[in-house]
T-cell receptor, first 111, second 113 residues
Framework: AQSVTQLGSHVSVSEGALVLLRCNYSSSVPPYLFWYVQYPNQGLQLLLKYTTGATLVKGINGFEAEFKKSETSFHLTKPSAHMSDAAEYFCAVRRDDKIIFGKGTRLHILP | DADVTQTPRNRITKTGKRIMLECSQTKGHDRMYWYRQDPGLGLRLIYYSFDVKDINKGEISDGYSVSRQAQAKFSLSLESAIPNQTALYFC????????????FGPGTRLTVL
């Protein structure tokens, strides 16, 4: 069965520093993978997705993620954190026409 | 105007009361979903519907029921609310395809006293 594991329920980075949010998936078939972001008091919105093709996926707001089959990972990165990036981030995988979400990582940006 | 709307946005109720949460969409999507979000648990699927005549249970359907009144409307009911149903509830839509990307409403914060 396909699922995702997000490492770290809270991550803190300084403004301007690299953002790295970790996600590992388990899947017996090529997965469709997603990162969603939830800003305070809002619903989730799609940051980026991997379906097929290029393994480095670029998303909105300067985020990108790399699909690494050998490591079963889909980590989310951003070179330089902004205060506006403070939010909760969810990794997700498609399974049986449904989306299975990880438990989320709350990103804190330190001034 | 938002593509996926939820009403009410906030609701406080008492144990044993019947509650209905409503979701409407203007995206023209056939597929609709109800999730609940609890701190540290992420989003968990309650029910989903792939078209008006199709209703399916998700991983945590006990204590909930749904109604798909039209392509654009999908309601979630708590027949007899209990305190552990206090949570943030999200409706989402998608179109079938390669990825089934989902589009979320703003959420309903439900508190059961």
């Amino acid at each position: 069965a396909q699922s995702v594991t997000q490492l770290g329920s809270h991550v803190s980075v300084s403004e301007g520093a690299l953002v790295l949010l970790r996600c590992n998936y388990s899947s017996s078939v090529p997965p469709y993978l997603f990162w969603y972001v939830q800003y305070p008091n809002q619903g989730l919105q799609l940051l980026l997705k991997y379906t097929t093709g290029a393994t480095l996926v670029k998303g909105i707001n300067g985020f990108e993620a790399e699909f690494k089959k050998s490591e079963t990972s889909f980590h989310l990165t951003k070179p330089s954190a902004h205060m506006s990036d403070a939010a909760e981030y969810f990794c997700a995988v498609r399974r049986d026409d449904k989306i299975i979400f990880g438990k989320g990582t709350r990103l804190h940006i330190l001034p | 105007d938002a593509d996926v709307t939820q009403t009410p946005r906030n609701r406080i109720t008492k144990t044993g009361k019947r509650i209905m949460l409503e979701c409407s969409q203007t995206k023209g999507h056939d597929r609709m979903y109800w999730y609940r979000q609890d701190p540290g648990l992420g989003l968990r699927l309650i029910y989903y519907s792939f078209d008006v005549k199709d209703i399916n249970k998700g991983e945590i359907s006990d204590g909930y029921s749904v109604s798909r009144q039209a392509q654009a409307k999908f309601s979630l009911s708590l027949e007899s609310a209990i305190p552990n149903q206090t949570a943030l509830y999200f409706c989402a839509t998608s179109i079938p395809g390669l990825s089934d990307e989902q589009f979320f409403g703003p959420g309903t914060r439900l508190t059961v006293l």
